[in-house]
């Protein structure tokens, strides 16, 4: 039998939020569909979805549309549909204290602060998941948080941006064919 994997990248629906810090894992899952040749044309459990092949694994690519905070309720119709196992799912989210551009694969543990997480976390009942962090940076200043990760990306930020999301696209790759625990010695 196939072996079935969902990786899910976290970010808000909408025009208006597309270039967001917040959705850096929107733009992963875009990278990954250009990768895999797969195209995110069909909704799903509230998602945005595309299935593709690797190595003889099934893939499923998932782009929320419930916004950031009640991203569980996709996460949990997908991986129900699928009857994906904890060790087959990934999530890739915004991270505020991590420096823009670095990443980090995480095996399991909390929420951190980032609502799509906790809301993913309530909805399957478990924290035992992996996940990809992808640093976003903190706000300048005393700047509010929330208004910080809803803003846009800089334009001098692109090439960086890019580099990431080529980086982090290698590290779920990496996920799929080594597993969780190669793929963090490979790119923490």
Do not use: C, W
């Amino acid at each position: 039998m196939t072996e079935t994997y969902l990786i899910v990248g976290l970010g808000n629906p909408g025009r208006e939020y597309r270039e967001n810090r917040h959705n850096i894992g929107f733009m992963l899952i875009d990278r990954l569909a250009v990768r895999l040749n797969a195209r995110m044309t069909r909704m799903q459990s509230k998602a945005l979805v595309a299935s593709a092949r690797h190595d003889g694994m099934k893939i499923i690519l998932a782009k929320p549309q419930t916004f950031m905070n009640n991203s569980g309720q996709a996460v949990q119709g997908l991986s129900h549909f699928y009857k994906i196992t904890q060790e087959n799912l990934i999530l890739a989210h915004d991270d505020l204290d991590l420096p823009f551009g670095d990443l980090r694969l995480r095996p399991g543990g909390g929420a951190g602060g980032q609502k799509g997480v906790k809301s993913t976390i309530q909805r399957l009942g478990t924290n035992d998941f992996s996940r990809l962090r992808l640093g976003i940076g903190r706000p300048p200043g005393r700047m509010d948080p929330a208004a910080y990760v809803l803003q846009d990306f800089a334009r001098g930020d692109a090439q960086i941006l890019s580099e990431t999301l080529d980086r982090a696209a290698d590290a779920v790759f990496a996920f799929l064919e080594d597993g969780i625990d190669k793929a963090m010695n490979s790119f923490n």
